[in-house]
């Protein structure tokens, strides 16, 4: 090649042997090769040697073949040699072409080359490109790094977004079906006190059921939502280890009874009488083992343990386990055990109810108690959960030893209905759903408390303001003002009443922090809707004053209940001397069944009557048994309790044969039946 064709600019001889010797000593990495494929190498400087990791032109022939083509990285070639063909089309007058590609080293590592060429024609080549490269695999490997985190940060971001999104449709969601499932747990309590009827009866119990499973699993869902995030805290106050024991009982009392299932109750009487930590978290472990125990057990007893195991002044560390002699965990599910949505051995457990949530929600905030649940079963015999925690003494009197009896509240609740009356409280309820408000006033009915109702915070203000309240129960979800807004208008406008009246907060919402948020803002306390019997009696109990609660006893009770059912008869039917109706409700349920039975009865008289009086004629005394003996029991459903006993009478002779007492007795016996017939016209109809 000669230098000497190339036309420059320099004015100064300079020698091509110098040119070239600076090409040769050049820092960056220069060749030269034929346009033509596939580009045979005219030159190459010895950095470039370099770049290939090779010492000498030979190394180089022996690695690339010694064309351009032999020294790209083949998946690279095509796209470069386009990409090359398209810039000299659009050639710019001293603009270098540049592209990026990689190579393989002599020691064959892949590395990243930079190349800025030109294509130019050399008399005497023909068409050549010259051509300078860098390796810039190190940059590179920074930018992509860079690139990496910055994705990396991207889609981290956006995690966290979608995680804030889910948790906020999470808690949306679960005031949405929460919501309903309020009201329809709530009439559905009315329906189960209002009615005798064992089939509806049966259905509201269906419902109650279904209904509080359902809640069970949004509260299980957001649970496990919330430990996900990071955002469950747990919140320590002070607490009655006995009341604990006792809420444990009652909870799964019933589940554990509909089974046949034993329940053992097995506490150390040394126990401290007042802890401190999150009774309820602490609670939702051992209710979810307790649970888990009865679900999965067929015959047999559940153990709950609670044994001090250590104690100093300040805190204590307790022992908790619950056994059962279910169905057992074989060795290799173990591990599975504790996952979310795990569920094991399905092949037996697929007609039981879950969602595999309950023992990981349980483990992840035993673990934030610094705690760990251990297992320990044998298949088919059984299960032992078991775990340590610690808690801070608040009364280290001990708790000595547990009787259920000793509990009044733990005979109070899950009965269905309250055990008090209190006609002489007032009581204001403020939600802005009318329909909350029927459903709460039509549980608390059995009370007897005066019951005011507001649908906005300031109807309530307005209302607190004019009358005396024991009590209010504040809904915390309103438009306009909504609970906190209309509390703290309260404490400004009216700091008195604030400070004598307990307001109590009604909230839907089973979000973080809920609880802490409400008393942080000056309620009193607060209550999940949907209320539930037990607690609502609880908190009544605690904020009415107790001058005005009158406890009941069963017995009370039920002469309430049936003193208000007679309530609802016709004042006629109390004239008839013959009829108990008392006796025909405890028959026929309700009022209006009552009713139905009294119009049917009355509308058979003259049939019946006839047909007796011509069974008697006739002497056929086989039907004329079968004939009273229905009498007999039709009278006694309405309560005319002497005329049945007759009716029994005639029955009884019937099946004798004796016809003689028949003959005698039976006119009568009609002429009384008949003679029911005009007073029963005055307490019914039948048309
Ligand atoms: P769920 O009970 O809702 O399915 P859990 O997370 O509480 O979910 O339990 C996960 C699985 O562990 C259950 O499905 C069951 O197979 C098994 N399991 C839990 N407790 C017991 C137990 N006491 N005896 C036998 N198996 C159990």
């Not at 067929?298 to 560390?317: P, W």
């Amino acid at each position: 090649m000669s230098m000497g064709d190339f036309n420059t600019n320099f004015d100064s001889e300079i020698k091509v042997d110098t040119i070239k010797w600076v090409a040769e000593q050049m820092p960056g990495g220069f060749f030269l090769y034929k346009a033509e494929l596939p580009g045979e190498i005219l030159y190459i400087n010895k950095s470039a040697l370099r770049i290939f990791g090779c010492n000498n032109p030979d190394e180089f022939r022996e690695l690339t073949g010694n064309t351009f083509q032999g020294l790209v990285f083949p998946e690279d070639f095509d796209k470069i040699q386009d990409s090359i063909d398209f810039q000299i089309q659009t050639d710019q007058e001293n603009k270098l072409d540049h592209v990026i590609y990689r190579i393989i080293r002599r020691d064959e590592e892949i590395r990243w080359i930079d190349d800025y060429g030109r294509f130019a024609h050399l008399p005497g080549y023909g068409d050549v490109y010259y051509v300078f490269i860098n390796d810039i695999t190190d940059s590179r490997m920074i930018d992509h790094e860079r690139e990496l985190n910055h994705l990396l940060s991207d889609a981290l971001r956006e995690s966290e977004a979608a995680n804030k999104a889910k948790t906020s449709f999470l808690s949306n969601m679960s005031h949405e079906i929460r919501t309903p499932i309020t009201t329809i747990l709530g009439l559905n309590e009315i329906i189960h006190r209002e009615t005798k009827d064992e089939e509806i009866l049966s259905y509201s119990e269906k419902i109650r059921r279904a209904g509080t499973s359902l809640l069970g699993i949004i509260s299980d869902i957001l649970d496990f939502s919330k430990i996900e995030s990071g955002k469950l805290e747990l919140v320590n106050v002070k607490y009655t280890l006995w009341d604990m024991i006792a809420d444990l009982y009652n909870n799964i009392q019933f589940r554990a009874e509909d089974k046949g299932l034993g329940i053992n109750l097995e506490i150390d009487p040394r126990l401290p009488s007042k802890l401190i930590g999150d009774d309820l978290r602490l609670k939702q472990i051992i209710t979810n083992l307790l649970t888990n125990s009865i679900k999965y057990t067929e015959k047999g007893y559940v153990t709950l343990r609670m044994e001090l195991i250590n104690a100093n002044s300040k805190s204590a560390d307790i022992k908790i386990s619950v056994s059962d002699t279910g169905i057992g965990i074989k060795k290799e599910a173990m591990d599975k055990l504790f996952g979310a949505f795990n569920r094991l051995d399905t092949r037996r457990t697929h007609t039981i109810e879950g969602t595999g949530l309950g023992l990981s929600i349980s483990q992840q905030l035993a673990r934030m108690m610094n705690s760990n649940i251990e297992v320990s079963s044998v298949y088919d015999k059984g299960s032992t959960f078991s775990f340590v925690i610690a808690q801070a003494i608040a009364d280290p009197d001990p708790i000595g030893s547990f009787t259920l009896e000793g509990q009044k509240n733990a005979t109070m609740s899950g009965t269905g209905g309250f055990h008090f009356r209190a006609p002489e409280s007032r009581i204001l309820l403020v939600d802005d759903t009318p329909m909350n408000l029927e459903v709460i006033e039509g549980l608390l009915k059995p009370t007897k408390m005066q019951i005011d109702t507001a649908l906005s915070g300031a109807e309530a203000i307005k209302k607190i303001s004019i009358y005396p309240y024991d009590l209010v129960f504040l809904d915390y979800r309103m438009p306009q003002m909504d609970g906190i807004e209309t509390l703290s208008e309260i404490m400004k406008k009216l700091p008195e009443k604030y400070d004598s009246t307990p307001i109590v907060a009604l909230t839907a919402n089973a979000v973080t922090g809920e609880r802490e948020r409400m008393l942080d803002a000056g309620f009193t306390d607060y209550i999940t809707k949907p209320i539930n019997l037990p607690n609502m009696q609880d908190m009544l109990l605690k904020y009415l004053p107790d001058n005005k609660v009158v406890e009941t006893t069963d017995e009370e009770e039920e002469a309430e209940d049936m003193s208000e059912l007679l309530d609802q008869l016709p004042d006629a039917i109390f004239d008839i001397d013959w009829l108990d109706p008392t006796e025909g409700l405890e028959y026929c349920g309700t009022p209006e069944l009552y009713i139905k039975g009294l119009e049917l009865y009355t509308k058979k008289i003259d049939d019946n009557a006839a047909r007796i009086a011509s069974l008697a004629e006739d002497k056929n005394i086989k039907d004329f048994t079968i004939a009273v003996h229905a009498l007999k029991a039709t009278s006694r459903t309405i309560g005319a309790f002497d005329f049945s006993e007759r009716a029994r009478a005639l029955e009884l002779a019937g099946k004798r044969g004796d016809e003689e007492l028949i003959l005698r007795d039976t006119p009568l016996f009609l002429q009384d039946y008949k003679a029911q017939k005009p007073e029963l016209l005055k307490v019914v109809s039948t048309d």
